[in-house]
Nanobody, 122 residues
Framework: VQLQASGGGLVQPGGSLRLSCAAS????????IGWFRQAPGKEREWVSS????????YYADSVKGRFTISRDAAETSVYLEMNDLKVEDTAIYYC????????????????WGQGTQVTVSS
């Protein structure tokens, strides 16, 4: 079972990035996928989750209206489209998977991917 996050980088405030989380080794459409982030000196924060079973999406208030989570048609990847990025969005972003949606929100999922760095700076 592997989760591979990618797509991070350096962007100016107001810019956009799209993160990808590629899943392998398990049946993704039976899982929920969540995105988390951790900024230096701060606790890990839940960002968004996609529930494959219910095709439902959920967002933290801090990113609602700016970030969009989606999946590809093959159901092997989940994307996090990040628009109107702010300096406070700077963090390492991680994707995670669990058979239960709640675990991808509370931060106790079965599987974690490695992080991808997002830096928002002028």
């Amino acid at each position: 079972v592997q989760l591979q996050a990618s797509g991070g980088g350096l962007v100016q405030p107001g810019g956009s990035l799209r993160l990808s989380c590629a899943a392998s080794g398990f049946t993704v459409n039976h899982y929920a996928i969540g995105w988390f982030r951790q900024a230096p000196g701060k606790e890990r924060e839940w960002v968004s989750s996609f529930d494959f079973l219910g095709n439902n999406v959920y967002y933290a208030d801090s990113v609602k209206g700016r970030f969009t989570i989606s999946r590809d048609a093959a159901e092997t990847s989940v994307y996090l489209e990040m628009n109107d990025l702010k300096v406070e969005d700077t963090a390492i972003y991680y994707c995670a998977a669990d058979t239960g949606l709640w675990a991808t929100i509370t931060g106790n999922p079965q599987y974690w991917g490695q992080g991808t760095q997002v830096t928002v700076s002028s």
